[in-house]
Nanobody
Framework: QDQLVQSGGGSVQAGGSLNLSCEAF????????MYWYRQAPGKEREFVGA????????YADFVNRRFTVSQDSAKMTVYLLEMNSLKPEDTAMYYC????????????????????????WGQGTQVTVSS
């Protein structure tokens, strides 16, 4: 079944660190990009960072080099968001999102993606930073 399952998060004091993970199940015939978003109470969901199939990464301005998105080299279906120097304003529900599904060449063959145009959200995980 195609889905994203998140883990990690929790509570930490300001200046601390937390790691989030997002494991992708299914999607075996596609390339896709993994995005991270967050939503604080009463606020719009906002972009945090992303990584594409080639390992290129980009971030929202507020990240300011405190966060790192990556793909687990040991288990390529797992995506990570490492957060350092956390601030109270980082408190939010964090979501991963798989999007930009496309055909790709991997495992020695060209794969035609059956999910072009689709996107999938993780269930979300809470991050709380206290001052």
């Amino acid at each position: 079944q195609d889905q994203l399952v998140q883990s990690g998060g929790g509570s930490v004091q300001a200046g601390g660190s937390l790691n989030l993970s997002c494991e992708a199940f299914g999607f075996t015939d596609c390339w896709f990009d993994m995005y991270w978003y967050r939503q604080a109470p009463g606020k719009e969901r906002e972009f945090v960072g992303a990584i594409d199939r080639g390992g290129h990464r980009w971030y929202a301005d507020f990240v300011n080099r405190r966060f790192t998105v990556s793909q687990d080299s040991a288990k390529m279906t797992v995506y990570l968001l490492e957060m350092n120097s956390l601030k109270p304003e980082d408190t939010a529900m964090y979501y991963c999102k798989a999007e930009n599904f496309r055909d790709g060449y991997f495992d020695g063959a060209w794969h035609r993606c059956s999910r072009v145009g689709a996107n999938y959200w993780g269930q979300g995980t809470q991050v709380t930073v206290s001052s």
